[in-house]
């Protein structure tokens, strides 16, 4: 690690301008990916400004919507009875990322500003239509993620919360990389307000996508038999020690019919 | 109080440290003044080195010293020695390459060291090591075994020809041929035994200090033999006679065999430590010990069994590659040669067996013994080649293994490759290990899988191993530089406690309770009263430390000797005291009395006597009581075994789950049955890790691609079953203890009965072989290609 300062605002808003005023600082939310990059040093920030009592942790459902502040840890959301409730495909998701150190640490702001090709929450996000909130803006889902450990947000931009409609039914199936645990290929499957959305994880070169071939014809028959057929192409998808790209391409299907199932 | 001697499941005393954090380890550990040293290493497989410029590192704030290769050798610091000699098929000596402590010249794999920054703390020793400029010369590498050998391969020690570090052989090649000629049936399969690496969880570390005063310099160290190190970098490396060097090995946090060897960071920190004045630590981040710790395994492997009609064994032949990695780590080249050539009869009554091994260099991280070494390739090889001779001949496995297997009543049992088992009896722990598997209702087993859309496989295999290293004499006759005896010094103290300095090596085994049960059960007193002592060559006589499952068998069998002195010392002074002839005092249950009389002492009135000799027979015994022992064992002990796994197969993305696992084993007289269990958990679990997990990946150019572990997948508790373990007994004939050793058993006997249990489960594919790891995209691309067509058809 090099050295840095550390700073612990207590709003947003003097987070926003701490992170403002120094183009070389970094948000600290939960540290589980941010930490170990300063470990290896392969990142050398002047100063962390740490989000923990910038007051954007917590869970409220109205009107049809999850609401879940940025500073939220995958263990809070994997406990919360509100999520359990709305989404469960969402709790369950958050029960399964890492291990129990990593979800009493690691946030849902600190997933989605990272947009790790192989995490599990940009499926969510992804299928479930949700809505990226930040200091400035209100980001939708298909324009946030942008590729590989890239998305819309802007130099100093702070997530906030991200706002999950209530779907239909959902589920999440995961095939996790031996190794490190994370997606191999992961796929949400959700039924909502926008129809049917299924998207990938793990799987892609570019980071998450959409399988929109699954999602037109599940939205004639939500059923297994109906995606049975559909191949995803494995020209874009990743390879490497684990699978190869057509191992990949044939995962998403199997995990993508074993989340219509869950789904029901 | 609960029987705490011999057979008794006591709880590992050390346990109560180690779990609430208060071990003493290697990085616990602070001298006064120390500095820190932070080694670069090479980030390339092979390139020559034009120059490092020293001067901006040096400038940094903090920094102490900056050294590389050139001055090392400047100060006559020798290269890392080669602990076993083999010689080639001609009778002449391997290739035996510098092994320089920092690289001079050339890097030779990633993560070879090249320099060293000594700076006040451990940030500023890593500011400054990013500051040497180093310029280099990329060379072309070689990765692979196979490659290491190819014509026109890159040379990774320019004056090593071909790669090769020896072309050796074992057995005897005409009975071979002559028996292939006339078999009727000649079976083969080529197969690799993957690479892996240990990963303890206690990175490696070793802190240098030097007395100006006395001129003594100190090693604490992450090894699994203090003695050994101190003997190779005193006399090797550094020049510094035993008298003038201690090697501290405190509480070790796992070692698998990767903390046997010396490693060049114990010879930079102590050589610092003498030029600075001041102590030096070093302690490996993980990233390191991926890249510096010895690998292991890493073989690939022709072999051919001739058989007669009926599936009777008649010869093997073997042609192995060994990978040696870039350098010779200390017992690289045995491994490959006498503890794996040596094992290939199995429990196999084969009459003759011709093995030849070659051992090449290659850019990647030496590679040497790890929990199992040399036997696991071999045990490997012999089960899944069994298992192919039933699948090409169809025959039965578990009856072609039966039919084959030494004979009970055949012990003392000569092998056609230089070992003679001394007891066993391996139809008892294949019936045993059958039975408690419920082998033949495996078919329903299977029937209520495939209701449920799985696919399920059961595995066998009967496995030997050859532990208790080793007679000296043997060991020296094969090109050992070393001798393989143990040491053990008993002090009984005053009242009659006693302190046991062993040379033995616990890192994890659980000595510090075995030993004193033995120690307490032989003496007759309680266990709580024994302390045993070791990893201190200021405390120790000497040892040679832990490795091959021979603490027990030849460190505990050294403790018997020094017993049986302490206890003849003890009747001299009781028949002295109880005014009778030496020859009628009986020692029993912790008192010496007068045979046929009510007269007795107990130990520790014995114990007070030697030290208050107020009433002794000074004139003819000194006072005191405490002895040494060196134990040189007769022979190898032969624990032996059979395992039984079972898996299921999900048919939509081929990931394999072992449901159950079954290890029968006989490792002779169990002293503690719990560190037994505990012993085969431990290993069956890195026996699963390489079947089904685990494999070191380099790439095409060099670099590791299994670097870390969000790459290099150890197996985790989730990917194993509840283990069913049981033990068959026969005594090891020659030792005092009748103890054969179970360190390793699990890493030997496990991974043929996954990878057999994987392949029966994929029966309707018609699957001979695959190569480990048998990961889920293996297995579904086979499920996936659908099942065969008999040619037949
Ligand atoms: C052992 C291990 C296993 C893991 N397994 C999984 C897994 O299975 N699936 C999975 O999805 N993930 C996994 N993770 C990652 C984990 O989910 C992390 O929590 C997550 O990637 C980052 O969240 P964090 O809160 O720790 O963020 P940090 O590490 O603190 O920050 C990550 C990045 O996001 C930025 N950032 C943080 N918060 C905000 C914000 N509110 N607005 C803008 N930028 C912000 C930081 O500046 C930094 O660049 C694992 C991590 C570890 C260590």
Known sequence: MYDFTYQKPASVADAVKLLGADPEAKALAGGMTLIPVLKQRLNKPSALVDLADAGLAGISVAGGTVRIGAMTTHATVANSADVKKAIPALAKLAGGIGDKEVRHRGTIGGSLANDDPT????????????????????????????????TALEPGELITAVSFPVPEKAAYMKFPNPASRYALVGVFVAKGPAGVRVAVTGAGQNGVFRQKAMEAALG???????????????DELNSDIHAGAEYRAHLVGVMARRAVAAAG | MAFEGIGASVRRTEDQRFLSGRGNYTDDINRPGQLYAIIRRSDRPHARIVSIDTKAAAEMPGVVAVYTGTDLQADNVGGLPCGWLIKNKDGTPMAEPPHPVLAVGKVRHVGDPLAVVIAETRQQAKDAAEKLAIEWQDLPSISSTQDAIAPGAALVHDDVEGNVCYDWHLGDKEAVDAAFAKAARVVRLDLTNSRLIPNAMEPRAAIGDFDRATGEHTLFTTSQNPHVIRLLMGAFVLHIPESHLRVVAPDVGGGFGSKIYHYAEEAIVTWAAGKLGRPVKWTAERTESFISDAHGRDHVTTAEMAIDKDGNYLALR????????????????????????????????????????KAVFTNTVPVDAYRGAGRPEAAYLLERLTDVIAHDTGLDRVALRRQNLIPANAFPYQTPVAL???????QATLESALKAADWNGFPA?????????????????????????????????????????????IRVHPTGSVSVFTGSHSHGQGHETTFAQLVA???????????????????????????????????????????????????????????????????????????????????GEIALTAYVPHN??????????????????????????????????????????????????????????????????????????????????YDVSGQIVTGSFMDYTMPRSDNLPSFKTGNEVTLCTHNPLGVKGCGELGTIGSPPAIVNAVI??????????????????????????????????
């Open chain 2, 521 to 603: 059960d032989q003496l007759g007193i309680p266990f709580n009263q024994v302390e045993i002592v070791h990893g201190d060559t200021e405390k120790i006589p000497f040892g040679m430390g832990t490795y091959g499952s021979r603490s027990l068998a030849v460190g505990g069998s050294a403790m018997v000797k020094a017993m049986d002195k302490i206890i003849a010392k003890g009747k001299r002074i009781a028949a002295h005291l109880m005014e009778a002839s030496v020859a009628d005092i009986e020692f029993k249950n912790g008192s010496f009395s007068v045979a046929g009389t009510d007269k007795s002492k107990s130990f």
């Open chain 2, 616 to 697: 002794y027979p000074i004139d003819e015994l000194e006072p005191g009581l405490e002895e040494n022992a060196f134990y040189d064992p007769k022979n190898f002990t032969f624990p032996a075994g059979c395992m039984v796994a079972e898996v299921e197969i999900d048919r939509d993305t081929g990931v394999p789950s072992v449901v159950s696992f079954v290890a029968v084993d006989d490792v002779g007289r169990l002293i503690n049955p719990m560190i037994v269990e505990g012993q085969v958990h431990g290993g069956v679990a890195q026996g699963i890790g390489q079947a089904l997990l685990e494999s070191a990946t």
């Open chain 2, 445 to 489: 087993r299977r029937a209520a899988a495939a209701a449920k859309g799985k696919l399920r496989g059961i595995g066998i295999s009967t496995y030997i191993e050859a532990c208790g290293i080793a007679p000296s004499a043997v060991a020296g006759a094969l090109g050992a530089r070393a001798g393989l005896y143990e040491a053990a010094n």
């Open chain 2, 420 to 426: 003679q088992y001394d007891s066993g009896n391996y």
């Open chain 1, 220 to 234: 004639k028959s939500f059923s297994q038999a109906a995606i049975a057929d559909i191949a995803t192409p494995a």
């Open chain 2, 318 to 357: 073997v042609k192995t590659l060994a990978n040696m990695g870039a350098y010779l780590s200390t017992f690289a080249t045995s491994i490959p040669t006498y503890l794996y050539a040596t094992l290939l009869a199995g429990v196999y009554k084969t009459p003759a067996i011709y093995a030849e091994v």
């Open chain 1, 119 to 150: 995490a599990d929450y940009p499926a969510a996000v992804l299928a479930l239509g949700a809505t990226v909130e930040t200091n400035k803006r209100s980001i939708k889902a298909d324009d946030f993620f942008q590729g590989m450990f890239m």
């Open chain 2, 760 to 793: 029966d489960a994929l029966s309707e594919y018609d699957v001979r072989h695959i190569d480990m790891p048998l990961s889920p995209q293996k297995i579904w691309s086979i499920v996936a290609a659908g099942p065969k067509r008999k040619a037949a058809e």
